[in-house]
């Protein structure tokens, strides 16, 4: 395996002992190009941290079940990322916390490989390096929290201008 795990964000906390111990729980895997890694609304336990390759990360626009006229919206997902090998990127990382729905699809642009681990395998971790396990529940924590003021901000553009919008109709 390559040497890239220093330089993945998620580790960049640990000490190098700390480090060898979450190698454990971690697969390399390597997934070809076309594959759905996760698709939105499933229910899935893993998390993936991109070594080598690139992925898109879409959204469906439209609330499972809505439909309009296909004159109205040609595409009904909206890219919200394609992303590189560049920065190690995560993702899947809400599964390890919640046992929720898929929330995005994430797809595999060109063959790739992957680290991933399972909720499982991350929370026997936690339990048993409970030092390591914290530095790396903070580091998903800010992550995730990084994501929902992101968001906020979206929402608050998006409300603006369906306002907006709505205040020029009725004119």
Request: aromatic content about 6%; overall charge negative.
């Amino acid at each position: 395996m390559a040497d890239y795990w220093t330089a993945i964000p998620l580790f960049q906390n640990l000490e190098q002992e700390e480090l060898q111990q979450v190698k454990s729980i971690f697969a390399n895997i390597a997934v070809r190009s076309g594959t759905e890694i996760i698709s939105e609304g499933e229910e899935g336990d893993e998390m993936f941290i991109l070594v080598d390759g690139k992925v898109r990360i879409t959204k469906a626009m439209l609330m499972k079940g809505m439909s309009l006229p296909l004159s109205e919206i040609k595409n009904t997902c909206k890219v919200l990322a394609n992303l590189d090998d560049s920065s190690y990127p995560m993702f899947g990382e809400i599964a390890l916390i919640d046992r929720d729905h898929r929330s995005a699809t994430v797809t595999v642009v060109e063959d790739s490989e992957f680290l991933v681990t399972d909720r499982l395998k991350f929370f026997d971790f936690v339990e048993k390096h409970p030092q390591t396990g914290s530095k790396l529940l903070m580091t998903i924590g800010k992550r995730l929290t990084a994501t929902v003021r992101r968001n906020n901000n979206e929402l608050v553009k998006l409300t603006t201008a369906l306002a907006l919008a709505l205040s020029r109709s009725t004119k």
